[in-house]
């Protein structure tokens, strides 16, 4: 198309980029359309099904900027022809027909034709994209919507669910301890092992042997922490013991040996203390003291100081076992204070009829309890029992009057009796003496 | 066929060629009045070298304008005037049995039909027998009679007319010979202002003289630059589908068609209309065909090829208004503007 001038060229130039504009406008909004349907069910598949691709799900907006790269290769392949251009060109300058003629016969002696200057003058089609690109709006919506949907989470395994639930307590207990500064890291570590293992285990299979692995397990950390409790209270009664032996022993030499002894018992409490790693936050001096590299002060100054350090240190420790008490209620155990006795006139299960039996045992949510247990440092102690309680005569309810007198031969079996007498009395006999709702079994056994 | 590599006609020559063309509308326009469509269609066909078919209700210049045409032209021309009992030898000549030297021998007198422009006024009136003797000589330009056939003089064109009422005692044309006119023209009534000039300038209805205007061998050049006119490929695809499209079986035919129309044209109605077209494009000076051209000429070309069904004529349908609805629907390219786009 050299020969022709070169406004026209110019001219057919244009139209053909407004018409690959155009194409790939009636192209791509089909491609657009379906790219981002996909998305929408990808999204919408994702957001039930695979939680873990939440955060790239935002990426799938991209998907119709995707689907214009087959969208292009396949305006490249509808491309407008020049030939087909230049036939467009002159249908829309009137469809004279002396451009296609001068395409084909490349002849110059017609460029100065009128008809050439209005193919130069040539109105571009208008671009009208709003009508092709409308059909791109449902399926944004689409896309939209499934975006906005809450990302649901995988339901887990019912095994996973009932393996964290028998060992939930545990780790709060854990937590609780380390937070109390209770637990040494060695401790910690092991049982965060042994708690990893009672999980494992239970995630595998869950029957008693779960739940009694995770009850044993908070038996030995119970038993731990008391144990850590009567080093302490050990510790704080052998100071308290050798403070006043130490007081009675400056004057009196029978005192001092009394001292030593006490000391001995505090050196000891102490290193118990130590070995459970209660001191772990203890100020050096208590640290040496317990460690034997210092002995106890003799002097009573030096003794006063100790007696203060040690008392403050073992206060604190108390307090942190005073939170122990709520610890203990996580641990399930049973506490006989949420279960007062009414004047000693009721048992533990609330009807006032101890042995009785019944389902008076708490809330049905409630943690289970497994008797009295008394915590390791209260162990051996007496505790008063409900007193007893003898049943009325009157509730008993006669479930068969038999008539006649008793037979001396006893019958092999209730069913025989039964048989037995209900055809001599009469199915009446038995039937006066049921409640209606027990009816129906009394009958079913019988007719066996 | 003609060659790519070949160049346009010059502007000079095509303007040469448009000029004498024009001093032939000229000489029309001045005998026949407010006919100026008329008069281009039937020097369109004229310069094709096809044959016209011109159909109006009496006294509106069908016969004028053709004997107007042969003044201007100073061709040979005859008139016939079909009447129900006119024979085919009084068309085309007969044998007549003559003594000469002593001898009797047939002679042939030459009818009518040899000569370069005939007007066959009111054909219809004609027979179907007499009808046909015109088939061989507006296709072949040649006449046989006792089985000699002799060549009818070059240029050769049939101007026939005939009246769209008063049809009692007529033979509607049959199919296969309006197949042969290239054009068809409907001669509609003339408008007020035509008919107060005509009343200013003709006592008694008496046409202007006419002094011829072009030559025989004008008439050549102008034929020879009406084959020289270039037809490009786009504009021959767009003919071929208009007449593919006038068949109610292709996929492309509209609705019109399919419902009215009983069968399509022929490809002679695509040849009539690329030819047409060249003597169209070369009246309005232009070296080439376009669609234009293809536009104009495409109801008088194909309006009569049509062959409607009794549907059209009880809907009111006739031939050029399904034409009209296939130029509305066939797009002159054939793979026009995507859907974004939109025509200024």
């Known amino acids: 198309m050299d020969h022709l001038p070169v406004a026209v060229r110019s001219a057919l130039r244009r139209l053909a980029r407004r018409l690959a504009v155009g194409v790939f406008l009636d192209v791509w909004p089909p491609w657009a359309v379906g790219s981002l349907l996909l998305a929408g069910v990808v999204a919408l ?404 | 066929m003609p060659n790519e590599s070949e160049t346009l006609q010059s502007p000079g020559t095509v303007a040469d060629a448009q000029a004498s063309i024009g001093r032939l509308v000229g000489e029309l326009r001045r005998v026949i009045l407010g006919k100026e469509q008329t008069i281009d269609e039937v020097v369109a066909a004229l310069l094709a070298r096809g044959h016209v078919l011109l159909e109006g209700l009496p006294g509106l210049g069908k016969t004028e304008l053709v004997k107007a045409l042969s003044r201007a032209l100073s061709l040979g021309f005859r008139r016939i005037q079909f009447t129900p009992d006119l024979l085919p030898t009084d068309i085309t000549g007969s044998h007549i049995l003559q003594e000469r030297d002593g001898r009797k021998d047939f002679t042939f007198h030459p009818g009518p039909v040899f000569t370069n422009l005939l007007l066959a006024d009111e054909i219809n009136r004609a027979s179907p027998k007499t009808q046909a003797a015109l088939l061989e000589a507006m296709q072949e330009r040649r006449v046989t009679t006792f089985g000699e056939t002799r060549e009818l003089p070059a240029p050769f064109f049939v101007m026939a007319t005939q009246n769209p009422i008063e049809l009692e005692g007529t033979y509607p044309l049959p199919e296969a010979q309006l197949d042969r006119f290239m054009f068809k023209v409907e001669i509609s009534g003339v408008e007020r202002p035509v008919l107060e000039e005509i009343l200013l300038t003709r006592v008694h209805g008496e046409p202007p003289a006419l002094e011829p205007v072009l030559a025989p061998h004008d008439l050549g050049a102008l034929f020879a630059a009406v084959d020289a006119v270039h037809m490009p490929r786009a504009v021959a695809s767009y003919i071929a589908r208009l007449v593919a499209a006038s068949h109610p079986s292709s996929a492309e035919s509209p609705e019109a068609v399919r419902t009215f129309v009983k069968y399509g044209s022929s490809p002679r109605g695509a040849i009539a209309i690329g030819a047409a077209s060249r003597g169209m494009a070369l009246l309005r000076g232009k070296p080439n065909v376009g669609f234009d051209e293809v536009r104009r000429v495409a109801a008088p070309a194909l309006a009569h090829r049509l062959v409607l069904d009794y549907a059209a004529k009880l809907e009111g349908w006739d031939g050029r208004r399904v034409v009209a609805a296939l130029l509305e629907s066939v797009p002159e390219v054939e793979r026009g503007l995507p859907q974004t786009l939109a025509a200024r």
């Open chain 1, 45 to 448: 598949v994702c957001r039930l099904l695979v939680p873990a691709a939440a955060p790239v799900l935002a990426w799938l907006w991209l998907a119709p900027i995707l689907a214009a790269l087959p969208a292009l290769a396949l305006c490249a392949l509808r491309a407008y022809r020049p030939e087909q251009v230049l036939a467009i060109a002159d249908s829309l300058s009137g469809g004279h027909g002396l451009l296609l003629a001068l395409a084909e016969r490349r002849d110059t002696s017609w460029s100065a034709s009128p008809l050439l200057e209005r193919i130069a003058a040539l109105p571009m089609p208008r671009l009208q994209p709003l009508r092709r690109l409308s059909i791109l709006v449902p399926a944004l919506a689409f896309l939209w919507a499934a975006l906005l949907l809450p990302q649901r989470e995988a339901p887990r395994a019912a095994q996973a669910v009932l393996a964290d639930q028998v060992v939930n307590e545990l780790a709060a207990t854990i937590v609780a301890l380390k937070t109390n500064d209770l637990i040494t890291p060695e401790e910690e570590k092991k049982l965060e092992e042994e708690l990893e293992r009672v999980r494992k285990s239970a995630s595998e299979r869950v029957d008693s042997s779960s739940w009694e692995a995770a009850d044993a397990l908070k038996e030995r950390v119970a038993a731990d922490v008391a144990e850590k409790r009567d080093a302490l209270k050990w510790a704080q009664e052998s100071l308290a013991r050798y403070a006043a032996a130490a007081q009675a022993g400056a004057n009196d030499p029978a005192g001092e040996v009394a001292a030593a002894g006490e000391g001995a018992e505090l050196m000891k409490a102490l290193s118990k203390l130590a070995e459970s790693g209660m001191l772990s936050n203890a100020p050096a001096s208590l640290k040496a003291l317990a460690a034997g590299r210092v002995a106890l002060p003799a002097d009573a100054e030096s003794l006063r100081r100790l007696q203060s350090t040690l008392a403050e240190f073992l206060g604190e420790q108390s307090e942190k076992f005073g939170d122990l008490a709520a610890l203990g209620k996580e641990f399930g155990r049973f506490d006989p204070a949420e279960f007062p006795l009414e004047s000693g006139s009721t048992g533990f299960d609330g009807d006032a009829n101890p042995g009785n039996g019944g389902v008076s045992r708490g809330r049905a949510d409630a943690p289970l309890t497994w008797g009295r247990e008394a915590l390791p440092f209260d162990r051996f102690k007496a505790q008063p029992l409900p007193p007893g309680h003898v049943r009325n005569p009157d509730d008993w309810a006669p479930m068969v009057v038999m008539p006649g007198t008793p037979s001396e031969q006893p019958q092999s079996s209730a069913t025989g009796a039964a048989r037995t007498y209900a055809a001599g009395a009469g199915q009446e006999a038995w039937r006066r003496t049921l409640a209606p709702r027990h009816q129906s079994a009394v009958r079913k056994y019988f007719e066996k």
